[in-house]
């Protein structure tokens, strides 16, 4: 890929706030060759020296910072295709010791279009980017996208058709991103999880054997991902001993030793429920709990783990692998159930406890095709409902869906399989909407301010 043109405007040296001559820096951008969108910077030194860059991209104005090494390298991410970038560097705190443009390469032509069909009226609550994978129905053509409020792509990853993407987050350990990739239809396990850097190239690649949906980073260096675990079981009225499948959470250390710290057979009774007519999304059996989310909580040290087709979310303490509540389609006696006249949850995903001790989660109700977002608030022993957003049949969705609370209260409502993103006031106003082509679908997205947020890759 060629170097995109440079506008080099060399200063004369400067002295810096603590009085030493600066270090005369020799910059130079070019255009990754892997990513279309994104100018590198790289700043050779004589000597160590810290180092801040500010690049401009419209009117927009983002900065990073680099501790003293003599040779730095940087990506200006923020940009989508064919756009200028306005860049400066300064060394040791010292006025600008270089400057220059650069104009991003076109996009690929196969990105899938992203429409913004409500603008904010004003600032928009909630970071500048999204990052997630939005996938192709029939699992032919699964990126991970970075796109701004606009609905303009910043970044791309396109994976290999069959890898299905749900969870794409930040490195907390390592650097970079990481994702996760499973076949969709399992029809052979193919499940690892995959570093990349900055610039979208594969950095590290771990097994997890039959994973799938989601993983949690802990702070202890721990990877847990969900895998699938299988039982017979003999159908109380038909006798009939069939296969069903199940969940495990397994957790990675960081020296690649692995525990399963829960196995949902140990836990909960297979029951029939309402997916058992449905065709198994598994080959190896029933899909009784398609469990489909698992968060981490760092306060409470407990995993709260999802499982969509039973209805019912569990919290699960890590020290000893024992669900310590049960929440939704549950008896009294067994946990804590859902008031009556409350939307049900059928398929619930992406369950997040909130500072005031409420519970946010995507569900559905399948009789009236309707699904959306419900803040819950624990009463007298059962879930009463506090906020909604859908689930008046505007929007269904059959996979996936994600709730998220900003600070200022907005929520950001993801309908999954349906690809509408929506950003909706306390007040319940959608005000700003993101929607994507028929076939397509977004899985989880997690928010950016800025590329310096990824880390670089050691």
């Not at 030194?45 to 810290?50: R, Y």
């Not at 570093?195 to 202890?220: C, K, N, S």
């Not at 829960?262 to 007519?277: A, I, M, P, S």
């Not at 929607?435 to 989880?444: E, H, I, T």
Request: negative net charge.
């Amino acid at each position: 890929m060629r170097a995109s043109p440079l506008l080099l405007v060399p200063l004369l040296p400067l002295l810096s706030a603590c009085g030493k001559d600066s270090v005369e820096p020799d910059c130079d951008v070019v255009i990754s060759e892997h990513m279309a969108t994104l100018p590198v910077l790289t700043v050779a030194l004589d000597e160590p020296a810290d180092v801040e860059v500010s690049w401009t991209i419209g009117g927009e104005t983002f900065t990073q910072s680099a501790e003293a090494t003599s040779e730095h390298r940087l990506a200006l991410g923020g940009a989508t295709g064919d756009t200028e970038v306005q860049w400066s560097v300064s060394v040791d705190g010292g006025a600008a010791s270089c400057e220059g443009s650069v104009t991003t390469e076109p996009l690929p032509d196969n990105l899938p279009q992203l429409d913004l069909t409500v603008a904010a009226d004003g600032e928009l609550a909630g970071p500048r980017f999204l990052m997630g994978s939005v996938f192709a129905i029939n699992g032919q053509h699964n990126l991970i996208l970075v796109f701004d409020r606009q609905g303009r792509v910043v970044w791309y990853h396109e994976v290999d058709d069959g890898d299905f993407v749900v969870d794409t987050q930040l490195a907390r350990d390592g650097g970079g991103l990481l994702h996760n990739v499973f076949d969709a239809f399992f029809r052979e396990d193919i499940a690892v999880m995959r570093r990349l850097d900055i610039e979208g190239q594969l950095v590290e690649e771990l097994r997890t054997e039959l994973g799938h949906h989601m993983f949690a980073q802990l702070p202890d260096g721990v990877l847990t991902y969900q895998s699938l675990a299988f039982e017979d079981w003999t159908d109380p009225e038909s006798k009939e001993t069939e296969t069903v499948v199940g969940d495990l959470l397994v957790e990675r250390s960081a020296d690649g030793s692995e525990a399963v710290v829960f196995n949902l057979f140990d836990w909960l009774e297979v029951e029939r429920n309402f997916f058992f007519d449905f065709p198994s999304l598994y080959p190896q059996g029933i899909d009784w709990s398609h469990g489909n989310a698992i968060k981490y909580d760092e306060a409470r040290d407990s995993y709260l783990f999802s499982t969509g087709n039973t209805g019912i979310l569990m919290d699960i303490d890590r020290a000893t692998g024992a669900p310590t509540q049960l929440y939704g389609n549950v008896s009294p006696d067994e946990g804590v159930p859902l008031a009556e006249g409350v939307p049900p949850f059928e398929h619930p995903h992406d369950p997040s406890w909130l500072d005031n001790g409420n519970l946010l989660i995507f569900t559905s109700d399948f009789a009236a095709a309707a699904s959306g977002a419900v803040e819950y608030a624990v009463e007298d022993g059962e879930l009463v409902e506090v906020w909604r957003h859908g689930l008046d049949g505007e929007i269904f969705s059959a996979l996936l869906g994600q709730a998220v609370r900003y600070e200022n209260g907005d929520t950001l409502v993801n309908f999954g399989g349906t690809p509408v993103l929506r950003q909706v006031s306390a007040e319940g106003e959608v005000i700003w909407e993101i929607r994507g082509v028929l076939g397509y679908g977004f899985a989880q997205f997690v928010g950016l301010d800025s590329f310096a947020e990824i880390a670089p890759v050691p």
